[in-house]
């Protein structure tokens, strides 16, 4: 069958690389030059079950209102009149019970474990190199009440098979002794050991190599400006390459466009729950390799993520919800290396701090789409929130089933017709 995948983020290219390995004549279809230019360029690095805890849980609503107005808030909801931010903010509402907070975990780790192993075996099959580390996640607090707070999750992602123990202060330090510095404002921690860490940017890349040698087509600066429909099919999607306007065509469609996939899913009649939340990102280059971390750190009171890339330190974190803008607020950039330097002050060179931007394509659930649309031959991989980088070859190989008519081999919720 011919594909047609649309968006070469992380999710567009693994998406490529199963369906390929499935047999299929697969072209992908990008507006940057590259792959992974956009929200797949400089996140996080997490590959983290452990992060499984959504944003919609039953404390939520009253911090949200606690940060309305703070400028370094590490979530912040910037209220405009913009009927599509209000009402993913109803259905988020919604998500908040502890009822669907529980489901929403589940779904979270049994993805999230599903796609580090489908990972694990390609990283393997196919030697590929991105920095990666594979030393686990290391949550370590400073806020005894955040701690708290983290018992109960924690519980649950063991219940749902998520090896996220909880150990003391010292442990941390000794686990990652470049937290020694800060080790007397840790009140605990808790650490996954299967969790890994690697550049999502130089993997995308790599998979996309790999992909166009095993004969995947790329168009890249080629952008998708809508779609024709036949019968209730997609029957072609209207592009503009080199300034030219034309129509591609296939027997089916992968909608991978991160947090552009409702903008153009609205002129196929489809309503997906999609906000983008804009994040911040600061890479340094590393100055004191023995003081600088080398496990992956999540910093639960800042919500910030921290990951070793080879040389480079790279700390995510932050969210607004406030449009597409990707202006940097520089007042953010600069709480990111407040709380990183004052943590640990050798690890980098602070004031060669490289400041990125990118938007998370977030789901009221934080659970994305995968699988059938009401259309028939228009498959959804898009809506990865917080997690697309975690999620991405667990949903690319869940959707490669699908496609074929197959059942994945993992309890989610998909999609459906
Ligand atoms: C600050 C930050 C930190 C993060 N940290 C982590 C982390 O530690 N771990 C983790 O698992 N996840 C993390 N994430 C989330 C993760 O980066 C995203 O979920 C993931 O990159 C989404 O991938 P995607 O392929 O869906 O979207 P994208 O990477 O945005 O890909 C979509 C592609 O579609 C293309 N496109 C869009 N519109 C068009 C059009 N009209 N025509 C043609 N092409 C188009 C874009 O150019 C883009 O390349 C983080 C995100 C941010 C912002």
């Given at each position: 069958?011919?594909?047609?995948?649309?968006?070469?983020?992380?999710?567009?290219?693994?998406?490529?690389?199963?369906?390929?390995?499935?047999?299929?004549?697969?072209?992908?279809?990008?507006?940057?030059?590259?792959?992974?230019?956009?929200?797949?360029?400089a996140n996080g690095g997490q590959i983290s079950v452990s992060?499984?805890?959504?944003?919609?849980?039953?404390?939520?609503?009253?911090?949200?209102?606690?940060?309305?107005?703070?400028?370094?808030?590490?979530?912040?909801?910037?209220?405009?009149?913009?009927?599509?931010?209000?009402?993913?903010?109803?259905?988020?509402?919604?998500?908040?019970?502890?009822?669907?907070?529980?489901?929403?975990?589940?779904?979270?780790?049994?993805?999230?474990?599903?796609?580090?192993?489908?990972?694990?075996?390609?990283r393997e099959d196919l030697a590929l190199d991105y920095d990666?580390?594979?030393r686990g996640i290391l949550h370590f607090y400073t806020d005894p009440a955040e701690f708290e707070r983290a018992q109960l999750p924690a519980s649950q992602m063991r219940a749902f098979g998520c090896a996220r123990e909880v150990i003391d202060a010292d442990r941390a330090v000794a686990l990652e002794p470049?937290?020694?510095?800060?080790?007397?404002?840790?009140?605990?921690?808790?650490?996954?050991?299967?969790?890994?860490?690697?550049?999502?940017?130089?993997?995308?890349?790599?998979?996309?190599?790999?992909?166009?040698?095993?004969?995947?087509?790329?168009?890249?600066?080629?952008?998708?400006?809508?779609?024709?429909?036949?019968?209730?099919?997609?029957a072609g999607v209207r592009v503009i390459e080199n300034g030219v306007h034309h129509t591609l065509r296939a027997d089916s469609y992968v909608l991978s466009l991160g947090s552009f996939s409702p903008l153009l899913a609205r002129q196929l009649g489809l309503k997906l729950s999609i906000y983008p939340a804009k994040g911040y990102s600061i890479t340094v280059p590393v100055r004191s390799?023995?003081?600088?971390?080398?496990?992956?750190?999540?910093?639960?009171?800042?919500?910030?993520?921290?990951?070793?890339?080879?040389?480079?330190?790279?700390?995510?974190?932050?969210?607004?919800?406030?449009?597409?803008?990707?202006?940097?607020?520089?007042?953010?950039?600069?709480?990111?290396?407040?709380?990183?330097?004052?943590?640990?002050?050798?690890?980098?060179h602070w004031d060669q701090a490289r400041f990125w931007t990118g938007l998370r394509p977030t789901t009221p659930s934080n659970l994305p789409y995968i699988g059938r649309s009401r259309l028939r031959n228009l498959f959804l991989n898009t809506g990865h929130g917080t997690l697309g980088w975690t999620h991405a070859c667990g949903s690319a190989a869940a959707l490669a089933d699908i496609v074929a008519g197959r059942q994945p081999d993992l309890d989610f919720a998909f999609t459906a017709a």
């Open positions: 069958m011919q594909i047609l995948v649309l968006g070469a983020g992380v999710v567009g290219t693994t998406s490529a690389w199963y369906l390929r390995q499935a047999g299929h004549e697969v072209t992908v279809v990008e507006r940057q030059s590259r792959a992974a230019l956009e929200t797949s360029f992060h499984a805890t959504p944003w919609a849980n039953p404390s939520a609503p009253l911090k949200l209102m606690a940060w309305l107005g703070k400028p370094d808030a590490p979530l912040r909801f910037r209220p405009r009149l913009d009927p599509a931010q209000w009402g993913w903010g109803a259905r988020f509402l919604r998500e908040c019970t502890s009822r669907r907070a529980r489901y929403n975990l589940h779904q979270l780790v049994t993805l999230g474990t599903y796609s580090r192993e489908r990972l694990q075996s390609l990666q580390v594979t470049a937290l020694a510095g800060a080790r007397g404002r840790l009140v605990g921690a808790t650490y996954t050991a299967d969790d890994e860490s690697g550049d999502a940017r130089k993997f995308t890349q790599a998979l996309a190599q790999k992909a166009a040698d095993a004969g995947v087509r790329f168009l890249y600066d080629t952008e998708i400006v809508g779609f024709e429909q036949r019968r209730g099919d997609v390799p023995e003081r600088a971390y080398k496990v992956s750190l999540t910093d639960d009171q800042y919500k910030l993520v921290y990951s070793r890339l080879g040389d480079r330190l790279r700390i995510a974190g932050t969210a607004e919800l406030n449009g597409y803008g990707r202006d940097l607020d520089l007042r953010r950039c600069q709480a990111i290396v407040r709380r990183v330097s004052d943590l640990m002050p050798e690890a980098g």
